[in-house]
């Protein structure tokens, strides 16, 4: 005896989702799934399926739309392990698909903080002039593991550091109007909430001071002492 919603009437092409494709069942529309799960479970014309059958082909389509939207956001840039995660979760996906996305990612090398955890530093170190505290304070709230952190940053030379520091500072300073205690007070400042440490501001400051100097100033009246040698 035929039962309802067991027979496959119609496969027809999404027309607008490129490799998808709509199934009907008797004659209503009943499911969208994409062109491999429409091959792996024999979503064809006439073809009859059981309840069992149908639950796997839906499952395994919610799985491919998953991998589909992961593969969008890693495509974007590079995300951090709990980027992709929190993005997988607003979709509404369950933690148990979520995990095997993940891990999937992890395999095929999508996925790796390490290497994200390095890109992101060498953009945020030398295109956008940020300082260490900076960049670990982002990786750490994109979910980096601290010995990544530590890791990556510890191959950025003190050194280049302190050149960036010196370069970004050297435009702070020029912009900045005011006296001698007045430019170090707003350079140090700017610099340090660019995540330079102080250690790495004092001797940038002092260096631009000597090589920047404001003739009618005097150095008297700076409290900020950490400038000093």
Do not use: C
Request: no cysteine; glycine share 6%.
């Amino acid at each position: 005896m035929k039962m309802p919603g067991t027979v496959i009437t119609a496969v027809e092409r999404h027309p607008k989702q490129a490799g998808r494709y709509l199934i009907y069942l008797d004659g209503e529309p009943a499911i969208t799934v994409h062109e491999d799960v429409l091959i792996k479970h024999r979503l064809l014309k006439g073809e009859r399926i059981d309840a069992e059958r149908l639950k796997q082909a839906v499952a395994d389509e919610e799985q491919q739309q998953a991998w589909s939207d992961a593969l969008k956001q890693v495509g974007r840039r590079p995300r951090s392990e709990k980027e992709v995660r929190h993005y997988l979760r607003r979709k509404g996906y369950a933690p148990p698909l979520i995990d095997a996305v993940v891990d999937r990612l992890k395999r095929d090398r999508y996925l790796d903080d390490a290497e994200f955890a390095a890109q992101w530093t060498e953009q945020r170190i030398y295109s956008q002039k940020k300082g260490r505290g900076w960049v670990k304070r982002e990786l750490q709230q994109k979910g980096v593991s601290s010995t990544v952190i530590r890791r990556t940053l510890d191959r950025i030379p003190a050194e280049e550091e302190e050149r960036l520091a010196f370069e970004t500072g050297v435009k702070k300073w020029n912009a900045s109007t005011g006296s001698m205690p007045d430019k170090k007070r707003k350079t140090a400042a700017f610099l340090l909430r660019r995540g330079y440490a102080s250690a790495i501001v004092g001797k940038v400051i002092r260096r631009i001071a000597e090589q920047y100097p404001v003739s009618s100033d005097v150095d008297a009246d700076d409290e900020n002492g950490w400038f000093d040698d």
